[in-house]
């Protein structure tokens, strides 16, 4: 695929932002200053005291039994308030004032779970689901401070390259558009190719190797707007952050549990609707209008539900006249994402959940040829895209309180549809290009959880994927000029997956977690053993050290196994049906330090090592599937290619306390390929260097202090993307852009650099809340280079740039 069809899907927000954004700049500024100033001036405002109710669950992490009697308490409020788990695991505190509270959970026998700066809001109910460790000493209760602990990720089986995010950080991290890939940016190691997806890079790695998954399946790209064929990423966020939950993010050195994953994983789980109340918010904001539900079945159950609905805002603005784009389609989407929750006292608990969504957008060509200016203006492309997934999950605790079994199936469907037209010189449409992929796939992911004791934990499990598939691709060979059929298949196969990991507490200061993963590709019967290990030593207090390796591969998107390649004008060769899985092994040194309170830093030095690497075998040919981020290839692959990734990243971060936090981050690193010819080339990824630093202020005001203004900035400095320098001469004469292929990947676009600025307020009053919220992206209106391409039309290379200053408006009501 070329390089302008693996950037269709991106067109749709710059054809917003050539339009809308810049009539709106300067009113930004002035609404962000409006929204700085006001705080400060209403301080005499709401001077009613109101309260909210605080209810939820506490369960063993490792049987998942409900916990009888644990004591959860409220810090640093007087008088104190708090309340002990009944039969069932559950505890209610009601009449908590609105705010903020460091939250404490004790049990004897359980190492102590301290939650920090939890917010209680007027409108909405805090529900809070706890789990419990127990301690490896008998009897005793231990104390984990939560300052140490901030971000230790859900699945306790990781030991290095790991955290765990909430919602409440997609939404106080600017730029983030409440998205976890955007939040992810600001983590070390972690950047973006260019701000108009939300596909990330991680240590250098293809966005390809991303791994998502949803309560413990993996599902399709969950992006509007997908930059295409075995993407990870897109313009908009299928994912609501009315319906996240408490997730992790995985960056290297997997626990044995994941699978097919190369660069990084995301293990997103949806939260619970609140059991005893019902609760309703309506959003409004640049990029869409939404309404969420959720509440009990019936107040005598603790079942309940979870609805949230998006549909495009630009749509809804162009139908009452306001034009939004030039020479565009208006950029359309919605989505609908779901939580059922069946809990019962002796038969488990059965959960139907799911996500879905419609999007389309397209450029429209300029029919009139004196307007012409570069060769895109004849050019119009139409892309439509269809993804969901639906699940049912099935948990159940043994009475022998040691034993739990999970089991998840789900259906998902991705259909993806483009087409690139040209205008001749009688504005007729002539195809240049043509695709539709459609999969259908049923998974199963089944796991044993065995708690021997304390200090042993066994788990076990099983995956199978089956994939139904029809895809099409075709479209003009630039070489003769003629249109030819590069893909048109239908079919089915599948993808199983066993693993097994254990957890050995060999005292409180030291831990080891080991296991293997094992995957199999019934297309072509490829399989790989994945042995993985981690260890993690506290010698003193406050101080860390972990390592963690393993073994770890992914199949290539279905279609790149089917792609054609002609010997003549009729018959063709699948050169590709053999390709092997992509293998890596992964090691990884870390150090944590807190130092102070509620501050940390933390230091890891990784390597990365790549074999089995689908390469190009074409004469002369350095392409590489490391360098490709979506696309069907359409030329003979072997797997000869190797890959290695190596580097160093600090992070300093401050959480959330005392009303401000702030995050750190300096990465240094190296990525490169080999493929077989005596030199290592740099990746397209390959930036060297990035830097981050972003923090954040909340003010609580009025007489009673319970609303609240915030402020929130991001600046983010990095090598810039690699790219192969063209030959002006030869594309000249070639009529097409030709390249200097003994300067693979030397060259890299001038440094990428932006600033972000957003602020919030918030007003509770007594059975609802107000918010509303500015924020103003890349501030300084840099426009920064994703990369460079040779227009024939103009016979002159030319940038591609990235966003320039762009403005979001949020407002958001709850009841």
């Known amino acids: 695929m070329s390089k302008d069809n693996q950037n269709k899907a991106r067109k749709f927000i710059p054809s917003m932002k050539n339009h809308i954004l810049t009539d709106m700049n300067f009113n930004a500024v002035r609404y962000l200053i409006v929204m700085t100033v006001f705080p400060f001036l209403s301080f005499g405002l709401f001077a009613q005291k109101y309260t909210q109710t605080i209810r939820g669950r506490v369960v063993d992490r490792d049987s998942q039994m409900p916990l009888i009697g644990v004591s959860v308490v409220l810090t640093g409020i007087s008088p104190l308030l708090g309340s002990i788990t009944d039969e069932q695991g559950y505890f209610v505190m009601k009449q908590v004032p609105v705010g903020r509270y460091n939250i404490r959970v004790s049990y004897m026998g359980y190492e102590e779970v301290l939650l920090q700066q939890e917010q209680v809001l007027a409108g909405k109910e805090l529900v809070l689901n706890i789990e419990m460790v127990e301690n490896i000493r008998e009897i005793e209760t231990v104390t984990i401070k939560g300052d140490s602990d901030k971000d230790k990720p859900l699945n306790e089986m990781a030991t290095v390259s790991a955290r765990t995010f909430n919602v409440e950080e997609t939404q106080r991290y600017a730029a983030s558009f409440n998205d976890p890939a955007r939040m992810a940016v600001s983590f070390a190691g972690v950047s973006t190719t260019n701000d108009e997806s939300n596909e990330i890079v991680v240590r250098g790695n293809s966005a390809r190797g991303m791994l998502w998954r949803i309560e413990g399946v993996e599902i399709p790209n969950p992006n509007h707007f997908s930059n295409g064929e075995g993407g990870s990423g897109g313009g908009i966020s299928i994912l609501s952050s009315q319906v996240l939950g408490t997730s992790d993010f995985f960056t290297s050195a997997f626990p044995a549990e994941y699978g097919n994953a190369l660069s990084g994983v995301f293990d997103i789980r949806f939260r619970k609707g609140n059991y005893q109340r019902r609760e309703y918010s309506l ?151 043509n695709e539709q992929f459609t999969y259908y796939t049923a998974r199963m992911h089944f796991f044993v959880n065995h708690k021997f004791n304390p200090r042993h934990i066994l788990r076990a499990g099983i995956y199978y994927d089956h994939y139904f598939y029809s895809i099409l691709s075709k479209g003009l060979i630039y070489d003769s000029g003629q249109q030819g059929i590069f893909i048109d298949e239908s079919g089915n196969t599948g993808m199983i997956q066993t693993y097994a990991q254990w957890k050995f507490r060999i005292s409180d200061k030291l831990e080891l977690n080991t296991g293997f993963h094992q995957l199999l590709f019934i297309l072509n019967k490829h399989f790989s053993v994945e042995p993985r290990i981690g260890l993690q030593w506290k010698p003193a207090l406050r101080h860390t050290l972990s390592i963690g390796a393993g073994m770890h591969s992914r199949i290539e998107p279905v279609s790149n196994y089917l792609s054609r390649m002609y010997t003549d004008s009729v018959n063709y060769v699948q050169a590709n049906n053999n390709l092997d899985l992509t293998r890596a092994v992964h090691a990884v040194l870390g150090y944590d330090w807190t130092f102070w309170e509620q501050m940390r830093l933390k230091a890891e030095v990784y390597f990365q090592y790549l074999y089995a690497v689908p390469i190009d075998t074409t004469t002369g040919s350095t392409d590489c599937i490391l360098n490709l981020s979506a696309g069907a290839i359409r030329t003979p692959y072997n797997n000869e290619g190797l890959g290695r990734n190596y580097g160093l990243e600090i992070t300093v971060e401050k959480f959330f306390s005392k009303n401000y936090f702030f995050l750190l981050t300096a990465s240094v690193f190296q990525s490169e390929y080999n493929v077989r010819d005596g030199h290592w080339y740099n990746t397209r990824f390959n930036g060297n260097y990035m830097l981050n630093a972003l923090g954040g202020y909340e003010l609580r005001f009025g007489k009673s202090k319970q609303s609240s203004w915030g402020i929130n900035a991001r600046i983010i400095w990095r090598g810039g993307n690699r790219y192969t320098p063209i030959d002006t001469t030869a594309s000249i004469a070639a009529g097409r852009e030709v390249v200097m292929t003994n300067a693979t990947f030397n060259e890299r676009v001038p440094d990428y650099f932006r600033m972000d600025i957003s602020t919030h307020l918030r007003f509770n009053f007594k059975k609802w809340a107000f918010s509303l919220s500015a924020e103003v992206q890349n501030v300084v209106n840099r426009l920064n280079v994703s990369r460079y391409f040779y227009d024939p039309y103009t016979k002159e290379v030319r940038a591609a740039t990235m966003f320039g200053i762009m403005p979001v408006f949020n407002f958001k009501f709850e009841f």
């Open 283 to 433: 959003q409004v904001g640049v990029l869409g209008l939404q309404v969420s539900l959720e509440g009990p079945f019936t107040k005598k159950y603790n079942g309940s539900y979870l609805l949230n609905y998006r549909y495009s805002t630009l749509v809804l603005l162009n139908a009452i006249g306001l034009k939004i784009v030039d020479n565009a389609l208006v950029p359309e989407f919605q989505d609908l994402s779901f939580v059922f929750n069946f809990p019962s006292k002796k038969a488990g608990t059965f959960s139907f959940w799911g996500m879905g969504g419609l999007s389309k957008a397209g450029e429209i060509a300029m029919k009139d040829s004196t307007q012409w200016e570069r060769r895109s203006d004849r050019f119009e492309d139409h892309n439509s895209q269809a993804v969901g997934v639906a699940g049912l999950s099935y948990t159940y605790a043994f009475r022998n309180q040691k034993t739990y079994l999970k089991n998840v199936l789900s259906f998902s469907a991705d259909h993806l549809a483009y087409r690139l037209d040209s205008l001749d010189q009688n504005y007729q449409n002539q195809t240049a290009y």
